[in-house]
């Protein structure tokens, strides 16, 4: 059984930073694209960021260059590095992993950002 463990969230003062890291467990093969969400009090779930088996990543439009997503493929593991965290950045984080047999995702873990 596939599972993902997010970490690395918390509360941070705004202009500060964090990184995220989510890493699977159990038989996981043919990752294609890894990414995240977030998903903020009274709004959709949106894009973050995603990086592809190859490198290339793209990132949703609020994040404004803040945000660098990277991945280690052999450790089935994809990171963000959040910098310059403002109040808006606060939510649930999701990451996501798609593979030939599907979707898997994260429990979530909470950013905080205070002003």
């Known amino acids: 059984q596939v599972q993902l463990a997010e970490s690395g969230g918390g509360l941070v003062q705004s202009g500060g930073s964090l990184r995220l890291s989510c890493v699977a467990s159990?038989?996981?093969?043919?990752?294609?694209?890894m990414g995240w969400y977030r998903q903020i009090p009274g709004k959709q779930r949106e894009l973050v960021a995603a990086?592809?088996?190859?490198?290339?990543?793209n990132y949703g439009d609020s994040v404004n260059g803040r945000l660098t997503i990277t991945r280690d493929n052999a450790k089935n593991t994809v990171y963000l590095q959040m910098n310059s965290l403002k109040p808006e950045d606060t939510a649930v984080y999701y990451c996501?992993?798609?593979?030939?047999?599907?979707?898997?995702w994260g429990q979530g873990t909470q950013v905080t950002v205070s002003s």
């Open positions: 996501y992993f798609r593979t030939q047999m599907g979707d898997y």
């Open positions: 159990g038989s996981i093969a043919d990752i294609n694209t």
């Open positions: 990086i592809t088996s190859d490198g290339r990543a």
